[in-house]
């Protein structure tokens, strides 16, 4: 809706940009609230998972789309060189970003032998605020936008020409379901669920489990009312609800080992 924020010497700054990084330091301050143990490691863990989320973030999408250029590559060859590029690295992608992120820590935790699990739970509350805030860039930016709706939707969104960030892909001056706004406040409302898990279960692995079935199928619902057929789509489902599917699976999985070994509901 408002991709320029305001320009600092001759520059722009992006509402999404921005919103990014005050989901950034708005999950740092949750860690901090949450955090009773002071490991100083937690501060370096985090700095390497935004490290390995970005990288993700940017990768998922090219990876995604190989099997679509070579289906089609006698079309994607003819495409200019400017056009291929947007196909290919046209958006980050919040999956790839997870995945990437918690490889990064899986593998710095585990080189330098510090636990995974309590920083795991101590990450997944401040991950849905950060994600939260991301999604509300997304909205600013124009991006990730619902499938067409009556106007009197009550959760519609008229995005006018030119206000967005690429005018020529987002339908202009039609009511669009705004499921970024519809992801955010859920995602918030996860946080929320996610901090009270916490302060009963933290370091048993359990909320960070619960944050990956719930989002799973969050994700998974609200990909049904997306707009926006660049995410990529394979046969029935999308690419995230295959990643929801497999992350909803593996995390009910961990659940159930979990309770088996542990006394966390008593």
């Known amino acids: 809706m408002y991709p320029i924020l305001f320009e600092v010497f001759g520059r722009h700054v992006s509402t999404y940009g921005l919103l990014i990084v005050l989901g950034a330091v708005a999950a740092w301050f949750v860690i901090k609230a949450l955090d009773k143990s002071k490991d100083k490691n937690i501060s370096l863990v985090f700095l390497i998972c935004i490290c390995g989320g970005l990288i993700g973030a940017f990768l998922l999408r090219p990876i995604t789309r190989i099997p679509e250029i070579i289906i089609h590559w006698e079309h994607f060859r003819q ?6 590029l947007s196909f290919i690295f046209g958006e980050i992608v919040f999956y790839g970003g997870l995945i990437g992120g918690v490889t990064a820590m899986l593998i710095f935790c585990k080189s330098y032998k510090i636990r995974i699990l309590p920083i795991a739970d101590l990450f997944a509350p401040a991950l849905a605020v950060a994600h939260g805030f991301g999604r509300i860039g997304c909205f600013f930016g124009g991006c990730c936008y619902g499938i067409q709706v009556h106007p009197s939707h009550p959760v519609a969104v008229i995005f006018p020409a030119g206000a967005v960030s690429t005018p020529t892909s987002i339908p202009s001056g039609i009511p ?33 489990c619960i944050y990956g079935i719930l989002y799973s199928i969050l994700r998974f619902i609200l990909e049904f009312y997306r707009g926006d057929g660049a995410r990529g789509v394979y046969g029935v489902f999308s690419v995230s609800q295959y990643i929801s599917m497999v992350l909803f699976v593996v995390c009910v999985g961990m659940v159930i080992l979990i309770l088996k070994r542990t006394d966390t509901l008593k």
Do not use: C, H, N
């Open 176 to 208: 669009l379901l705004a499921t970024q706004l519809i992801e955010a406040v859920s995602l918030f409302l996860i946080a929320t669920v996610l901090i009270i898990i916490y302060k009963k279960t933290a370091g048993t692995g359990l909320t960070v």
């Open 79 to 84: 495409m200019p060189a400017r056009v291929a």
